[in-house]
Every structure is written in C-alpha cells, then in structure tokens.
T-cell receptor, first 116, second 112 residues
Framework: GAVVSQHPSWVICKSGTSVKIECRSL??????MFWYRQFPKQSLMLMATSNEGSKATYEQGVEKDKFLINHASLTLSTLTVTSAHPEDSSFYIC????????????FGEGSRLTVL | QQQVKQSPQSLIVQKGGISIINCAYE??????FPWYQQFPGKGPALLIAIRPDVSEKKEGRFTISFNKSAKQFSLHIMDSQPGDSATYFC???????????FGTGTQLKVEL
C-alpha cells in the first residue's frame, strides 16, 4: 500500500520556539493533504486541509498564524507550530489523498510534540 | 450535523468472539464510510471502507454493515484475536475531497 512518512516522530522543544513537522507521500503524488491533532485517548480533530500550490484551508477555531502549513510540492506538506506553548503539546497526524485514487486516505505515523 | 457518534467507548471481548462497534451520522451528504485501526503512538490505518450503494462489505474477518435509512453503520470483527486489541475509529466523508469526520473511538481489548 501507499506510504506516508512523517518526520520527526517525536520532538521536545522549549516554550516560545517553533517546530516544523514534515509529511511526505513516498510513492504517490498528493495534491491534497490533511493535518489532524489528537489528544490522549481522544479522536482525531481536523486542523486544516493542505493544497499544493495554494493556501491551506483551516477549520474553525484553528489559528492559521499559529499553525503554518506549506504544501510546496506534490509529495510534501509541512506544519510549523510557531511560538509553541505547553498547550500545543499533542500528537499531530497527517494524511494524504492519492491523486489517482478511489478515495482512500493514507495516514502518517504521527508526530508527538512536547513543549516544555 | 457534521458529527459522527460512536459506541461503545470501550469493549472487552474474549478471544474468538465477535467485536461489534457502532456509528451513527447525521449528514446525509456523507458518501464514504471508512474504519480505522490505531495502535498506541501510531497513526490510524485503514481497515475497511464502504460507500452507501451497498449494505454490507466483508474483507477477511472484518465486515461493515451499512443502514442508509437509519444513517448507521457498524464494524464486526469475527474471531477476535488479542492482536486486534487497539482503538477503532469510524469516519465519514463526502465528495472526493476526503475531508473526514471521525467518531470518538472505541478501545477494544481482546482477552485470552
């Protein structure tokens, strides 16, 4: 099956710093990728839809200046958590929709962010 | 109207038994209903998915039953094994964009 890779898988940073998380579709092109946030023992909450070559579409309540998304190529989307604070600590998961697809989404392994 | 309600929150099943997880949705525009399996610290993996033009889909030990009129769908895991112990999420999406709305998750434990 198709593979989506996230990097880093875990990161610890100090409060006030910025952290970048990468999401790559390794063996397929993905014009559209999605970023989710998941708190412990809770469901996945969609943060934003990342579109190659255009601005991301953010869900209601998600600060676009806080969570910067860049989809510079058909295989890479990045999420940058700017000026991170402890409340931003979470599990961030991306998914990618294969451009030639029956509709299946492929998820990355997730990135655990801990802000001290 | 975007919610997907999932039950039960947790489930314990004996090895060899049948695990059943239920979901209900409100938005009739949804036309894609996948189930995902997630192990701790990992991303979700697609198990099986169904579209509303069929009432049942089976893949190995996993079966989705879909009731369009009731706006409900369920996952049945036959011959449940300890390795099936994980959190299961139902989801619903519409159109080709695959913007999914996830259920709240069910933590399944299969005991020996």
């Amino acid at each position: 099956g198709a593979v989506v890779s996230q990097h880093p898988s875990w990161v610890i940073c100090k409060s006030g710093t910025s952290v970048k998380i990468e999401c790559r579709s390794l063996d397929f092109q993905a014009t559209t990728m999605f970023w989710y946030r998941q708190f412990p023992k809770q469901s996945l909450m969609l943060m934003a839809t990342s579109n190659e070559g255009s601005k991301a579409t953010y869900e209601q309540g998600v600060e676009k200046d806080k969570f910067l998304i860049n989809h510079a190529s058909l295989t890479l989307s990045t999420l940058t958590v700017t000026s991170a604070h402890p409340e931003d600590s979470s599990f961030y998961i991306c998914s990618a929709k294969r451009d030639i697809s029956t509709g299946e989404l492929f998820f990355g392994e997730g990135s655990r962010l801990t802000v001290l | 109207q975007q919610q997907v309600k999932q039950s039960p929150q947790s489930l314990i099943v004996q090895k060899g038994g049948i695990s059943i997880i239920n979901c209900a949705y409100e938005n009739t525009a949804f036309d894609y209903f996948p189930w995902y399996q997630q192990f701790p610290g990992k991303g979700p993996a697609l198990l099986i998915a169904i579209r509303p033009d069929v009432s049942e889909k089976k893949e190995g030990r996993f079966t989705i039953s879909f009731n369009k009129s009731a706006k409900q769908f369920s996952l049945h895991i036959m011959d449940s094994q300890p390795g099936d112990s994980a959190t299961y999420f139902c989801a619903a999406g519409k159109g080709g964009g695959n913007k999914l709305t996830f259920g709240t998750g069910t933590q399944l434990k299969v005991e020996l």
